[in-house]
């Protein structure tokens, strides 16, 4: 029998607190209920001062941006999300089948729209699920959440709000193995640095006989890659140009949309995309709020967000770097969008 259909309920740290409950099969673990990006204003002072300036790309995610990513994910150009659910559904039996039925732990959930897949496999054998995911937006867990419990009458939701960090620190263990989700390609927008850091974080709070499923996309045709990032909507340059508008409501900027442009590139050698803002004029910026002004030349760019393309060697070696072991991996060919599925050692 598997463990997690004996119908144990997780333990809950006592120093986590239960918000609310609205059905009997979602509870709401909260570690964090501040504004993540509330104490940011050092970093982006520090980003602003940098040659080349930067931004962080979590200024992308305010509720516009989001929404424009959603839009941008939809269109035809756009073949990350589609090329990842189409991996889901065709080998959903095949991840089970080498993971084992385990209780879920989604990095990033969101919506939880791919882990559907998952979670209709799990259905389909009958056997009950406990599903963590983690996510900085609460108010989108908690939609998530009630729909997936009122779709899948033997799921368990436990929704951890906040940062990977404060959210792994406070996951529940019982001595069952567990499944750790993190797709959508999110670790290849990240500095490689950032990626080992993130990943040795999760080697920590996992233990042998966990499994993780990665999402990543991989290097192939420059041109199919261009048109990803630069749809012929606009979608990718609006939710970019947004992070502008974050930081003038944030921080009390004055940054003029109209005086900047959206560049998206892919350095072919290095296997990366790279989006960058432009400014079409020289031009002073201030933020009110952080008492920094911004002198930006004509044809300036800010460093906005990167896209890691992979080799699957590549991407093998940096998981087994952080104790992980590759045991199986399915690639899309056409868009060559990879799932890969390893072993805590």
Request: aromatic share 8%; proline share 4%; net charge negative.
């Amino acid at each position: 029998m598997d463990t997690i259909s004996q119908g144990k309920t997780p333990h809950l740290p006592a120093t986590v607190s239960v918000m609310s409950q609205s059905s009997s099969r979602v509870r709401f673990v909260v570690k964090s209920t501040h504004d993540p990006l509330a104490e940011d204003g050092p970093n982006v002072i520090r980003n602003l001062s940098l040659s080349p300036k930067k931004i962080s790309a979590v200024y992308v995610y305010d509720q516009l941006g989001s929404q424009l990513f959603e839009q941008q994910c939809r269109t035809p150009e756009y073949y990350l999300r589609r090329a990842e659910a189409v991996l889901l559904k065709a080998y959903a039996g095949d991840i089970v089948r080498q993971s084992g039925v385990l209780p879920i732990v989604e990095l990033g959930a969101g919506t939880a729209e791919k882990t559907r897949i998952l979670l209709a496999e799990y259905a389909r054998r009958g056997a009950r699920c406990d599903y963590f995911p983690i996510d900085v937006d609460v108010d989108t867990l908690a939609a998530a959440a009630h729909g997936l419990a009122e779709d899948y009458p033997k799921l368990f939701v436990h929704c951890l709000g906040g940062t990977y960090e404060e959210c792994l620190a406070v996951l529940p263990r019982d001595g069952r193995p567990r499944l750790f989700l993190f797709l959508g390609s999110s670790l290849g927008n990240m500095e490689w640095h950032e990626m080992q850091a993130l990943l040795a974080r999760i080697s920590r709070h996992t233990a042998p006989g966990d499994h993780l499923l990665v999402g990543a996309d991989l290097d192939k045709d420059p041109a199919i890659i261009d048109r990803a990032y630069n749809d012929a909507a606009g979608f990718g340059a609006r939710s970019t140009l947004n992070m502008l508008t974050h930081l003038n409501w944030r921080y009390g900027g004055d940054f003029a949309m109209d005086q900047f442009a959206y560049r998206s590139v892919y350095d072919a050698g290095a296997r990366r995309n790279e989006v960058r803002i432009e400014s079409l004029a020289r031009q002073t910026v201030t933020l009110r709020n952080l008492e920094l002004r911004i002198a930006l030349g004509e044809s300036e760019l800010i460093d906005a967000e990167v896209m890691w393309k992979f080799e699957p060697t590549e991407l093998t070696q940096l998981l087994e770097n952080a104790g992980f072991s590759m045991m199986r991996e399915w690639i899309e060919p056409i868009y060559r969008y990879g799932i890969f599925l390893l072993r805590r050692q």
